[in-house]
């Protein structure tokens, strides 16, 4: 079966600290997608990334970067130089791609709520 | 252009009142996905549309709700006979796939609707 598990349920950091969002997956599928989305305070959730299971290179955009190790079934994500403005819940979301009519339904993990303080 | 956008923004109904929510995805976007989210957890998967036809509706928790897209663009999701356990955040997504090329898309997400049952 599907999983998704962000053990850290809250985080919290002085600005300009790093921080690391950990996730952990399951899925019984050679070909399945991986993203991270953040939902600000306003509650929209806002896409940042998605990766597929062939693509093992780390991803780096601005302050964020992306750890995808297939060996160990995470998809850690990492926010350097934290800001306020990153103040929000995050995500982990993977979606198997079965048949070519499932669409990619997502299944979320648990969240990180993630709290940097001035 | 546009984002995903979802009507209303809150909805207070009645315990046994039926609902009905709007949602205008991104145009073009052949995908438009249904989520539920309680308070505190990640979103969880209700049933997907490719156009106007209901491929997968095996997220739906009880024949009381009811989705429907009928000209493959604004789609209504529908709650009969409302109970307490429906008070939740229904989100909607949408994206321009899934292909063979590719497979799955990044999915795009409205504001979301919250229904609170009284």
């Known amino acids: 079966a599907q999983k998704v598990t962000q053990a850290q349920t809250e985080i919290s950091v002085v600005e300009k600290e790093d921080v690391t969002l950990d996730c952990v997956y399951e899925t019984r599928d050679t070909t399945y997608y991986l993203f991270w989305y953040k939902q600000p305070p306003s509650g929209e959730l806002v896409f940042l990334i998605r990766r597929n299971s062939f693509d093992e290179q780390n991803e780096i955009s601005g302050r964020y970067s992306w750890n995808f190790q297939k060996s160990t079934s995470s998809f850690n994500f990492t926010i350097t130089a934290s800001q306020v403005v990153d103040s929000a819940v995050y995500f982990c979301a993977l979606s198997e791609y079965l048949f070519y009519n499932q669409g990619g339904k997502l299944i979320f993990g648990q969240g990180t709520e993630l709290s940097v303080k001035p | 252009g546009a984002g995903v956008s979802q009507s209303p923004r809150y909805k207070v109904a009645k315990r046994g009142q039926d609902v009905a929510l709007r949602c205008d995805p991104i145009s073009g976007h052949v995908s438009l996905f249904w989520y539920q989210q309680a308070l505190g957890q990640g979103p969880e998967f209700l049933t997907y549309?490719?156009?106007?036809?209901?491929?997968?509706k095996s997220g739906l928790p009880s024949d009381r709700f009811f989705a429907e897209r009928p000209e493959g663009s604004v789609s209504t999701l529908k709650i009969q006979r409302t109970q307490q356990e429906d008070s939740a955040v229904y989100l909607c997504?949408?994206?321009?796939?899934?292909?063979?090329?590719?497979?799955?898309?990044?999915?795009?997400f409205g504001p979301g609707t919250r229904l609170t049952v009284t």
């Open positions: 549309f490719q156009n106007e036809a209901q491929l997968d």
């Open positions: 997504a949408s994206s321009s796939g899934p292909d063979r090329a590719r497979g799955i898309y990044e999915q795009y």
